[in-house]
């Protein structure tokens, strides 16, 4: 290599960069190092070489490009080298049992990196340890890779997607021999292994000869078959749905999603969704939308509605682009299209899989067996509904790992485990699937709809119903922006040192009095007679809950993956009090209250959510 003397003041860096062109084989991410390197663009090189990407509960997800901070062959390479070695010290039995590895159709031309490629070289590298691979040969849902974790008993699946996030972006998603997410510590324990495994074993970059390999299977049919009976458990009216005139549109939004969600109204006996034509075919540029994100609601639905009206549908259904979270929306009697939030829709197939089971199981005892878990910034409506029908309701952290996780304890218990939701749009209906997963959400979503329709009953109607019977539960989620570590420590540490005293909290916020605290990152809880949170708390993460007199509770806390605060609050109110709009305004004025006296916008200058 050049050493180009703009390099020589930074032995760290010059390092970092020597190490990776030996190290390298992708002619392009080399070039473009060289040629950075050429034109001393140490900014842009420390951009790269600064710090490694951080492997996480929730694997890796970075900007594809070159170097150790981003996505590209060497740095797939040496992560799955680190997870294959992590899987040989914790499975006697791995090469007998194997792997499963799925990708969705991203791909960054500029630095030759992409979802499949990266697919096969992590294949390669299983391989020339002689660990059996199950490597699907074509894109699938990230749903499909716990799936077939859990139906073929193997020790782990890796699914390289970056979901929802923008399109020069991608990830690294494993899932563990019990078909959740991982959770700590194995996130440690492996990333102390891809440190250890950082230089390429010889067979590593030869992904052509791997797919030769007897070790590598393709599940892609048989995964499918399994796939859509499986979710056919969760299909109980076959008759109304057969002859059903409802008309929905679906989008997968650019992403793999088209294809699987044909066949799951087919699994359910359904007519095919009218599907969105510039948005059906899965295109790594996501050319029709800013964010190939639906949670952002109505622009990316734009092109969904336009053909909603032209085929009068009345519902829209989108998945995001690896067809792991669902979203829905609702033409109202006035014309206007109505977006559900994720927790008005967790209210409804909450409802639904509710409703559904108990027709099945005449049983009285039975419902003592039955569990629904939320996230802890989820809408609390399961809560209520449980509280009234005598089944479990259970919450966790954020995120679907801890429901996944929770859901496999509960299932080897011998309980049932019915429904799973987080407000971000994430739904889990079956339990052959311990994950969210948007193709079996939106075939049952279908289901639902058609069943309503049978009684002249909208979605937006019978969320009103779900509300008028378990109390109404009115939620209000957003979030600021910044990207100042110690400006964040220290709004959260005045909240913990309230009035100047260490270890206390407000006791009012504004007008509203407070009358329990929460605070997962310290592991206190008011409402706990040894005051110590039952939930897992991490000191790396803030998070702090208030529970407030009048029914209303907020959560205030950071991202793990993005430069955000984020704020989740609901009311809940009491069944029978139905006052929509006096509730409305007494969350505006709760949250405008948290807004001023704990996040403090200016003082702290924090940029709102972008409109």
């Known amino acids: 290599m050049e050493n180009g003397s703009a390099l020589a003041g930074d032995t760290e860096l010059d390092q970092a960069v020597?190490?990776?062109?030996?190290?390298?084989?992708?002619?392009?991410?080399?070039?473009?190092?060289?040629?950075?390197?050429?034109?001393?663009?140490?900014?842009?090189?420390?951009?790269?070489?600064?710090?490694?990407?951080?492997?996480?509960?929730?694997?890796?997800?970075?900007?594809?490009?070159?170097?150790?901070?981003?996505?590209?062959?060497?740095?797939?390479?040496?992560?799955?080298?680190?997870?294959?070695?992590?899987?040989?010290?914790?499975?006697?039995?791995?090469?007998?049992?194997?792997?499963?590895?799925g990708y969705d159709a991203r791909a960054h031309p500029p630095s030759g990196g992409s979802s499949k490629h990266f697919a096969s070289l992590a294949a390669a590298v299983f391989i020339s340890r002689g660990v059996p691979v199950h490597l699907f040969s074509d894109i699938t849902p990230t749903p499909f890779v716990p799936f077939t974790v859990s139906q073929l008993g193997l020790c782990a699946g890796i699914m390289v997607t970056a979901s929802h996030n923008p399109k020069q972006d991608n990830g690294y998603k494993v899932y563990w021999e019990n078909g959740a997410q991982i959770v700590s510590p194995h996130d440690q324990g492996i990333s102390k292994a891809i440190e250890e495994n950082l230089e390429p074993w010889p067979e590593s970059w030869d992904a052509e000869e791997a797919l030769k390999s007897p070790l590598l299977k393709d599940p892609y049919q048989d995964i499918h078959t399994h796939y859509f009976k499986a979710i056919q458990r969760h299909c109980h009216h076959r008759d109304i749905n057969k002859s059903s005139e409802v008309k929905i549109v679906h989008t997968s939004v650019h992403g793999v999603g088209h294809a699987f969600v044909q066949s799951a109204f087919k699994a359910f006996d359904l007519h095919p969704p009218y599907a969105v034509e510039e948005q059906k075919d899965p295109d790594p540029?996501?050319?029709?939308?800013?964010?190939?994100?639906?949670?952002?609601?109505?622009?990316?639905?734009?092109?969904?509605?336009?053909?909603?009206?032209?085929?009068g549908a009345t519902v829209v259904l989108a998945n995001d682009p690896d067809a792991d979270r669902l979203a829905i929306a609702e033409k109202q009697g006035s014309g206007q299209w109505r977006v559900f939030s994720g927790n008005e829709l967790g209210a409804l197939l909450g409802w639904w899989m509710f409703r559904c089971w108990k027709q099945q199981n005449s049983d009285a005892a039975a419902v003592k067996n039955l569990y629904m878990l939320s996230s802890t910034v989820s809408s609390k409506i399961l809560r209520a509904i449980a509280l009234k029908e005598g089944f479990h309701f259970e919450e966790t952290l954020t995120g679907f790992k801890w429901m996944g996780n929770r859901a496999r304890e509960l299932l080897d218990q011998g309980k049932t485990v019915l429904f799973a939701f987080e407000e971000a749009i994430g739904y889990m209906c079956s339990p052959s699937v311990l994950d969210k997963d948007g193709v079996s959400a939106a075939a049952i979503a279908g289901e639902m709809i058609s069943f309503l329709a049978t009684k002249n009953t909208s979605l937006s109607q019978q969320l009103t119903t779900v509300y008028e019977e378990y109390g109404y539960h009115i939620s209000k989620n957003s979030y600021f922006i910044c990207h100042d570590q110690s400006v964040i420590r220290s709004l959260f540490e005045r909240l913990r040192n309230h009035g100047g005293q260490k270890d206390s909290y407000p006791t009012k916020c504004g007008p509203f009095s407070i009358s329990a605290v929460r605070d997962l990152t310290t592991g206190y809880d008011s409402n706990q007679p040894d005051k110590k949170a039952v939930l897992p708390t991490s000191s790396s993460s803030q998070m702090i809950t208030f529970t407030f007199s009048n029914g209303g509770v907020a959560t205030m806390r950071t991202s793990g993956t993005e430069p955000k605060i984020k704020y989740y609050t609901e009311l809940c109110a009491a069944p029978g009090n139905s006052d929509v709009a006096h509730l409305k305004k007494e969350l505006d004025d709760l949250v405008d209250a948290i807004v001023e006296n704990f996040f403090e916008p200016q003082k702290n200058k924090l940029q709102p959510k972008p409109e």
Not at 20 to 48: C, F, I, P
């Open 285 to 311: 540029e996501f050319p029709t939308v800013k964010y190939p994100n639906p949670e952002e609601g109505e622009g990316v639905l734009t092109l969904s509605f336009a053909l909603a009206e032209r085929e």
């Open 18 to 101: 020597k190490q990776w062109l030996q190290h390298d084989r992708n002619l392009k991410t080399m070039s473009m190092v060289q040629d950075l390197v050429k034109e001393g663009a140490v900014e842009a090189l420390k951009k790269y070489f600064s710090s490694r990407m951080e492997f996480g509960t929730a694997g890796l997800r970075a900007a594809m490009g070159p170097g150790i901070s981003c996505m590209n062959d060497l740095t797939i390479i040496q992560t799955t080298q680190g997870f294959c070695h992590y899987l040989e010290e914790s499975f006697g039995n791995l090469k007998e049992r194997g792997v499963v590895i």
